[in-house]
């Protein structure tokens, strides 16, 4: 997939957008650094551990040295490896300066971390008994999607399509794409109900759950930040 041709061209920088790219592509880097112990440790901190975050909203004391609930933040920063990163960044630079036009910066902002906290629990209610930390972009960046294809649906993607040994070039609208994205996600959600998903910097599994529950929010959430305003947002 290549950066898709818009009806709608951004008006504005969107530094939000590149900011939140940035920031992402640090942590990345600092957990490049990190020995194996480390980085174990790290993820236990700061992402989101299912079993324990649910623990935490029934009154169980976890002994960590940042509240759980916060980890809803702070794993949106965190990614299990190169491709997981480097796919997270490419769908937030295609999709998300055109609702970071819309709504403005810091409205964009608080959506865009809204979606995140939101797909965190959508997750961590299908998986509540779960040890493994879940963390990424993923529901975030599923959230924007899901404004983009509610008020972009005719927008056009140019996406490469794996036919054997050719990859033609196809031209498909906003919706047929993302709806496509969220069925996907949604029917794996659905299939891995009973498996573990186990998240390394190896490898592991997908937090279907959070795409699609991000997805879903990040349409519910988008008009009620001004998505569909006549006017166009105030940039600050």
């Known amino acids: 997939m290549v950066p898709l041709k818009d009806e709608n061209p951004v008006q504005i920088t969107p530094y939000v957008t590149y900011g939140l790219i940035a920031v992402n592509i640090v942590v990345f880097i600092y957990e490049l650094l990190l020995t194996p112990p480390e980085l174990n440790r790290f993820f236990q901190l ?63 902002l608080l959506f865009y971390l809204s979606c995140g906290v939101l797909a965190g629990l959508t997750q961590s209610f299908f998986a509540a008994s779960s040890p493994i930390p879940s963390l990424g972009a ?17 927008a056009k993607i140019v996406t490469l399509v794996p036919l054997g040994f050719f990859f033609p070039i ?24 009973e498996a573990s998903a186990h998240v390394g910097m190896q490898g ?17 959430l988008g008009p009620l930040f001004g998505l569909f305003n006549d006017k166009e947002a105030t940039v600050l």
């Open 46 to 108: 700061f992402a989101i551990v299912p079993i324990e975050l649910n623990a935490s909203f029934h009154g169980t004391a976890i002994y960590q040295p940042i509240p759980e609930p916060l980890t809803l933040i702070t794993s949106q920063f965190l990614h299990a490896g190169f491709i997981h990163v480097g796919f997270n960044m490419l769908f937030l630079w295609i999709f998300g300066n055109n609702i970071e036009e819309r709504l403005g910066r810091v409205k964009y």
């Open 138 to 154: 993923s529901g975030a960046i599923a959230g924007v999607m899901g404004a983009y294809i509610i008020k972009f649906p005719q």
């Open 170 to 193: 196809f031209r498909i609208s906003a919706l047929w794409f993302l709806g496509f994205w969220f069925i996907q996600q949604a029917f794996n959600g659905i299939s891995m109900l």
């Open 204 to 220: 592991g599994g997908v937090a279907y759950w959070a795409h699609a529950g991000g997805f879903v929010f990040g349409a519910i």
